[in-house]
């Protein structure tokens, strides 16, 4: 019965604010967005500082700047370029329900360039492939991004074929921005109190580390860096890093009859032992895989650096018992080497702690059918700032923005995909308000 109560009641509220009819923000998102595509934050790998690249600046001041102008309070950025901010409540009770974090990145991907970025709308999408006018060799097919079939009449904004767009993650950047901006020209949207999180260099994975999850005040985020609209995960795979070492002996290959032991022959043969369909090349989905992306081949010492993957803490074990097993055996072929693994975590599926805050996905996917958009549910095939947060006491999924093709010169995204994108950011702080 309190449940029918409830339920009845966030209805009504729903119903109440859709019969109104909102004031547009003081700016479009799509303004929002094309300005910020703009501004060069390619991070770099291998940097010893966060942010990576001060350029990063450049957007954080300007977010900043922005954040101050549409009403947003203590408004700061750190040293290490992540714009913090609230937005204050406008509860009778504010404390009855809990902090929500928003968290977007500014930074882009290292893989290509992100400096002069020209973004250009295709205005009513058709259909068909879209070939980028400043090179005719990069066409976003509609084989290869069948969601584009999903666009037709929408505005497209790709880039000119030279660059990323940059929609990773200025879209997420946009659509909060918007989502403030909305909820401060309409007193009547109720909402509990809001943390915002802008950060750099999540594209190198080194931004979060410096994140204040106390000073930030959130007991719940999202993470607003995700693609196509409706995808929603509240899932990564759990990761580890092994290094197997073989130690041989060098020795001058004139004289070296009966005491050279040639390490690179063991590594060779491990690297022969690893099962086909196990491998990044061969899996796809839900499967996980072990990879072996580096190494180094030399007589006297050659090592090899591997992945594993997997969703579940179990098939991760296995895998790490079979490289183990596989280091037994080939050991026993090459008894003068020295063969060592060594273990590391990288990180663990976030969902190990989700499970236990359903109502953050619940919410979720509740507000995007409010949206008009149909969700669901993908796991991530990689890390997220969020599973980093998540183990750190910060429950973070990711939401959606709308983009497709990230890292690459084919990304794009649409003017509804960020226009639902903010509108589902909003139907999400009135669910909290409701539900309290
Ligand atoms: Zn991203």
Not at 50 to 59: G, I
Not at 328 to 338: H, I, L
Not at 407 to 427: A, C, Q, V
Request: charge should be negative.
């Amino acid at each position: 019965m309190r449940f029918t109560c409830a339920l009845l009641l966030t209805l009504l509220v729903f119903v109440s604010i859709q019969a109104q009819s909102l004031k547009p923000p003081k700016e479009a998102v799509m303004d929002r967005f094309l300005r910020y595509v703009k501004i060069d934050t390619q991070s770099a790998e291998d940097q010893n500082t966060v942010p990576s690249t001060k350029k990063q600046f450049d957007l954080a001041n300007l977010l900043a700047k922005e954040l101050k102008e549409i009403g947003a309070q203590n408004v700061r950025v750190s040293e290490f370029a992540i714009v913090y901010a609230t937005v204050p409540g406008n509860l009778a009770d504010n404390a009855s329900v809990p902090v929500i974090g928003f968290i977007a990145h500014m930074d882009t991907s290292p893989a290509v360039s992100g400096a002069n970025v020209n973004p250009i709308i295709h205005k009513n999408y058709q259909g068909g492939d879209i070939v980028l006018p400043k090179d005719p060799t990069q066409v976003i097919t509609v084989a290869g991004s069948p969601v584009l079939k999903e666009l037709i009449g929408d505005d497209i904004i790709t880039a000119d074929g030279t660059t990323l767009l940059g929609s990773d993650d200025k879209s997420g950047c946009a659509e909060i921005m918007t989502m403030i901006d909305t909820l401060m020209q309409n007193p009547q949207i109720k909402h509990g109190t809001i943390a915002i999180a802008f950060t750099p260099d999540e594209e190198v994975g080194g931004g979060i580390e410096k994140f204040d999850i106390k000073g930030f005040g959130a007991k719940f985020a999202y993470t607003v860096d995700g693609e196509e609209l409706g995808d929603i995960s509240n899932e990564t795979w759990s990761a580890r890093t092994a290094t197997v070492t073989f130690k041989g002996k060098s020795t001058h290959p004139g004289t070296a009859k009966g005491i050279m032991v040639n390490a690179m022959y063991a590594a060779g043969d491990y690297l022969s032992r690893f099962p086909k369909d196990m491998l990044p090349e061969t899996t796809a989905d839900r499967v996980g895989f072990v990879h072996p992306y580096a190494g180094v081949i030399d007589v006297e010492e050659s090592s090899l650096k591997i992945l594993l993957r997997d969703f579940d803490l179990s098939g991760l074990d296995a895998k790490e018992k079979m490289l183990r097993d596989m280091v037994t055996q080939t050991q026993a072929k090459f008894p003068e080497v020295k063969i060592a693994i060594d273990v590391k975590e990288d990180y663990k599926n976030m969902k190990e702690v989700l499970k236990d805050f359903p109502a953050l996905t619940e919410n979720a996917l509740e507000a995007s059918r409010r949206a008009g958009i149909k969700p669901f549910i993908k796991p991530i095939r990689g890390g997220t700032d969020g599973a980093r947060l998540t183990f750190q006491g910060l429950p973070t999924p990711n939401l959606f923005t709308g983009g497709s093709n990230f890292h690459g010169k084919l990304e794009f995204n649409s003017r509804r995909g960020l226009e639902k994108t903010t509108e589902m950011l909003i139907n999400l702080v009135q669910l909290f308000a409701a539900k309290k």
